[in-house]
């Protein structure tokens, strides 16, 4: 069975990107590269800094949640941690039950991942930081370079 693509739907978002943002991403490259006559490593150099500032958002945005889930998982931790008592003096975890037992190890697996994923994060996000000012910098000079006062032609 088949259907007609006329009669079918697409999901916003596809045509928001296909029909809004790559025309115009694409109109943009051409303005600033016929008309105003800027380079393509500075338009290059332009892009790349909005597309870190992005992925920067979204691990900061991930790295909060994921201490938010750790904060969490400690108190949760203190809460379930069992008492211990001294046999043969070997210290032991004293359980209340079963189902202790396995919510106190299930607490610690998760919060050993989640404190994994928090350092894999925060790692991400300082080369993040790192590459957006090697970026600016990059942009910095070039602009300088190409585009200060002894290139103006207005001020010239």
Known sequence: MSVDPRNVLYPPLHGNELIVNT???ELLHWIFFRCE????E???ARLEHVDIHVELE????????????VDFLKAESVALKPETRTV??????????DDHRKAYFENRA????????????GALHKDYIKDKKCVDARICKFEKKHFGAMDQDVRQ
Request: glycine share 6%; no cysteine; proline share 5%.
């Open 88 to 97: 043969g003096g070997l210290k032991q975890l004293d359980f209340r039950d």
């Open 23 to 25: 025309p115009i991403k």
């Open 110 to 121: 998760l919060l050993e991942e989640a404190q994994g994923e928090a350092l894999i994060l």
């Open 58 to 69: 979204k691990t900061t945005d991930d790295l909060n949640e994921v201490n938010q889930q």
């Open 42 to 44: 500075l338009l290059d």
């Open 37 to 40: 006559q800027v380079p393509l």
